[in-house]
């Protein structure tokens, strides 16, 4: 089975502009999760998808919003951004919501924003 | 609040030495614990899953043991290499799913 896949991979924006990243689940999977990864900061959850729904969200503001689609593939946008958005984002997919599947991740995007 | 500590934050050990890598967490309700590997600038690979009920899990040269009632698990590596050498992350699932992370442990493997 191929593995979770990101794209692109690597992304320059400037303030103020906005992105949207993908990703594509394993094959099967109907989960799909998202993490912001910084140096200060480290893993952070942003959101957690399933079936098209939003089904957690972390601590994040209203910038950062994402959707699912009906082949579980995910895109996750982030508007107005900022300087301190520059991370690798993280997608994670599972078999189901819930806290028992194993998570695998994919190779990220890199977004740096000047 | 969840907590995942991971200590130390770097360690350096020859060549066929085993790895011990400690990770101490504060919710006693935990569902599972998993162990994560992260190459510079890369993803993250699952290295181990460990469920609640379990006190072990094994893969090659790799092996976790979960004590929920201590809060800690230990992953250990037998007979390192230097392709050995990344970021070991652990990470516990809240009852939604989310992972909790530690901030993770920088080995380096000298050949």
């Known amino acids: 089975k191929a593995g979770v896949t990101q794209t692109p991979r690597y992304l320059i924006k400037t303030r103020g502009q906005q992105v949207t990243l993908s990703c594509s689940p394993i094959?099967?999977?109907?989960?799909v999760s998202w993490y912001q990864q910084t140096p200060g900061q480290g893993l952070q959850f942003l959101f957690e998808?399933?079936?098209?729904?939003?089904?957690n969200k972390g601590n994040f503001p209203g910038r950062f919003s994402g959707r699912q689609f009906s082949n579980s593939r995910s895109e996750m946008n982030v508007s107005t951004l900022e300087l301190g958005d520059s991370a690798l984002y993280l997608c994670?997919?599972?078999?189901?919501?819930?806290?028992?599947?194993?998570?695998?991740f994919g190779p990220g995007t890199r977004l740096t924003v000047l | 609040k969840q907590e995942v500590t991971q200590i130390p934050a770097a360690l350096s050990v020859p060549e066929g030495e085993n790895l011990v890598l400690n990770c101490s967490f504060t919710?006693?309700?935990?569902?599972?614990l998993q162990w994560f590997r992260q190459d510079p600038g890369k993803g993250l690979t699952s290295l181990l899953l460990?469920?609640?009920?379990?006190r072990e899990q094994t893969s090659g040269r790799l092996n976790a043991s979960l004590d929920k009632s201590s809060g800690r698990s230990t992953l250990y590596i037998a007979a390192s290499q230097p392709g050995d050498s990344a970021t070991y992350l652990c990470?516990?699932?809240?009852?939604?799913?989310?992972?909790?992370f530690g901030a993770g442990t920088q080995v380096v493997v000298t050949p």
């Open positions: 994670a997919s599972k078999e189901r919501e819930g806290p028992y599947n194993e998570q695998f």
């Open positions: 094959s099967g999977h109907r989960s």
């Open positions: 998808y399933f079936s098209e729904t939003q089904r």
């Open positions: 919710d006693s309700a935990i569902y599972n």
């Open positions: 460990i469920q609640s009920s379990q």
């Open positions: 990470a516990q699932t809240d009852s939604w799913g989310k992972l909790q």
